[in-house]
């Protein structure tokens, strides 16, 4: 699509606002969408912009592993070891092997296959990174304007793995990332008409799920408060999900928290606020049917008596601005309606952590990694609230394997 010459004015705007050019009108958009509203990127501003005015929450949010889901390849993103000797991920075919590397030009994945004198190789760039690292990450490359997932991942208790989806001891480089994935993993891309379904724009594209992700584009709240005759009272523009009724809180938490889903209309034109079922068609599944701990974390709430039984939405304990790791500051939300007295094994230790009883942390079967002939899937926090047997709470976070 050209651009149209409103999108330039925008993207001078941006510029002199101080965003990157990864920021700076990212956000070319499919063009008007059908209703109820068009796609809000060509009016992002980018976290520059923000910061200006709010610089100790920006600051505080881009150590959250939101913000970190997806980034630009670098040292500092990229969390496995290049060095030599850990940089090689030996596979179940002892004729193949991948290695690992970084030099000037860049971050480098190669699969090295065959005999000598006969061994082949094919070499791909790390393009983009997914995963805060707090578990582990992927990583993505570019072939034109496809994007495609690259055969080796990291995983923070083992190191370099085969990543999920490829089969050990196998070189392909063929595993095309959708739009719905990356509608999870960053703020906005722009899809390019389809087929195949993994075609992109490689300029402005927004990784990393940023401020308008939730709050909406900031265009026009930015020109409201940069103009001289701004009303510090007034705000006519920028989106605030705390004053969501519940039903849109839950929507805009289970736009990326509910399960893939189909898609109503293009990815990247949600808009917070509105109902997402205009967007996204969620479908129920059978009450009877097991639920997987990844992804499906709204699902799970809702089954729970705790959200049935009160009007608590994600937030009720969720501050997406900050980390948060701490089981002890997640149980005062629930001492507000449950009494530590009242609990038949109720000690003070216990009283200090409902979560880890109440909300295991288990493995999913959704992401699985392979490496040695043996199967590893990270464990992920179970949000359908219910007493559990003892057998199924995992003490060991982040570590899970299976034969």
């Given at each position: 699509?050209?651009?149209?010459?409103?999108?330039?004015?925008?993207?001078?705007?941006?510029?002199?606002?101080?965003?990157?050019?990864?920021?700076?009108?990212?956000?070319?958009?499919?063009?008007?969408?059908?209703?109820?509203?068009?796609?809000?990127?060509?009016?992002?501003?980018?976290?520059?912009?923000?910061?200006?005015?709010?610089?100790?929450?920006?600051?505080?949010?881009?150590?959250?592993?939101?913000?970190?889901?997806?980034?630009l390849p670098d040292r500092d993103s990229i969390l496995?070891?290049?060095?030599?000797?850990?940089?090689?991920?030996?596979?179940?075919?002892?004729?193949?092997?991948?290695?690992?590397?970084?030099?000037?030009?860049?971050?480098?994945?190669?699969?090295?296959?065959?005999?000598?004198?006969?061994?082949?190789?094919?070499?791909?760039?790390?393009?983009?990174?997914?995963?805060?690292?707090?578990?582990?990450?992927?990583?993505?490359?570019?072939?034109?304007?496809?994007?495609?997932?690259?055969?080796?991942?990291?995983?923070?208790?083992?190191?370099?793995?085969?990543?999920?989806?490829?089969?050990?001891?196998?070189?392909?480089?063929?595993?095309?990332?959708?739009?719905?994935?990356?509608?999870?993993?960053?703020?906005?891309?722009?899809?390019?008409?389809?087929?195949?379904?993994?075609?992109?724009?490689?300029?402005?594209?927004?990784?990393?799920?940023?401020?308008?992700?939730?709050?909406?584009?900031?265009?026009?709240?930015?020109?409201?408060?940069?103009?001289?005759?701004?009303?510090?009272?007034?705000?006519?523009?920028?989106?605030?999900?705390?004053?969501?009724?519940?039903?849109?809180?839950?929507?805009?938490?289970?736009?990326?928290?509910?399960?893939?889903?189909?898609?109503?209309?293009?990815?990247?034109?949600?808009?917070?606020?509105?109902?997402?079922?205009?967007?996204?068609?969620?479908?129920?599944?059978?009450?009877?049917?097991?639920?997987?701990?990844?992804?499906?974390?709204?699902?799970?709430?809702?089954?729970?008596?705790?959200?049935?039984?009160?009007s608590m939405t994600c937030l009720t304990c969720h501050?997406?601005?900050?980390?948060?790791?701490?089981?002890?500051?997640?149980?005062?939300?629930?001492?507000?309606?449950?009494?530590?007295?009242?609990?038949?094994?109720?000690?003070?230790?216990?009283?200090?952590?409902?979560?880890?009883?109440?909300?295991?942390?288990?493995?999913?079967?959704?992401?699985?990694?392979?490496?040695?002939?043996?199967?590893?899937?990270?464990?992920?926090?179970?949000?359908?609230?219910?007493?559990?047997?003892?057998?199924?709470?995992?003490?060991?976070?982040?570590?899970?394997?299976?034969?």
């Amino acid at each position: 699509m050209n651009l149209r010459p409103a999108l330039i004015l925008i993207a001078a705007l941006l510029l002199a606002l101080g965003g990157s050019s990864q920021d700076s009108l990212s956000q070319l958009n499919h063009g008007p969408n059908s209703p109820p509203k068009p796609n809000p990127g060509k009016d992002y501003v980018g976290d520059e912009a923000c910061r200006a005015c709010h610089q100790d929450a920006v600051e505080g949010f881009h150590r959250t592993a939101h913000y970190l889901t997806s980034r630009l390849p670098d040292r500092d993103s990229i969390l496995g070891d290049f060095s030599s000797g850990n940089n090689i991920l030996k596979t179940a075919n002892p004729n193949l092997f991948f290695r690992m590397e970084a030099n000037d030009n860049g971050f480098f994945q190669t699969a090295v296959q065959g005999m000598e004198p006969y061994i082949s190789s094919r070499t791909e760039r790390f393009g983009l990174v997914v995963g805060s690292g707090r578990k582990g990450q992927t990583f993505l490359f570019w072939k034109g304007d496809l994007l495609f997932q690259l055969p080796v991942s990291y995983w923070r208790e083992v190191g370099w793995v085969n990543s999920p989806g490829y089969r050990d001891g196998v070189a392909y480089f063929d595993r095309p990332v959708i739009a719905r994935c990356l509608e999870c993993h960053g703020t906005y891309f722009d899809s390019l008409a389809p087929p195949p379904p993994n075609r992109y724009r490689q300029t402005g594209f927004v990784v990393g799920i940023t401020c308008e992700k939730c709050h909406g584009p900031g265009l026009e709240h930015v020109e409201h408060f940069t103009s001289k005759s701004a009303n510090p009272r007034s705000d006519p523009a920028i989106l605030d999900p705390s004053r969501f009724s519940r039903d849109r809180q839950i929507d805009l938490c289970g736009w990326c928290h509910a399960g893939p889903g189909v898609a109503l209309l293009p990815a990247f034109s949600y808009v917070p606020g509105e109902p997402l079922d205009k967007y996204l068609e969620l479908p129920r599944p059978d009450p009877n049917a097991p639920i997987d701990v990844h992804g499906s974390q709204v699902e799970m709430l809702r089954k729970s008596r705790c959200f049935r039984s009160s009007s608590m939405t994600c937030l009720t304990c969720h501050d997406v601005h900050v980390t948060q790791k701490d089981p002890a500051a997640f149980s005062q939300h629930c001492l507000g309606c449950h009494k530590a007295e009242s609990h038949p094994k109720m000690a003070h230790p216990i009283a200090n952590n409902c979560v880890d009883c109440h909300m295991p942390k288990q493995q999913t079967s959704l992401i699985i990694f392979n490496r040695n002939g043996r199967n590893a899937s990270p464990v992920v926090r179970n949000h359908w609230i219910r007493i559990y047997p003892v057998a199924t709470v995992s003490s060991e976070p982040g570590e899970a394997n299976s034969k």
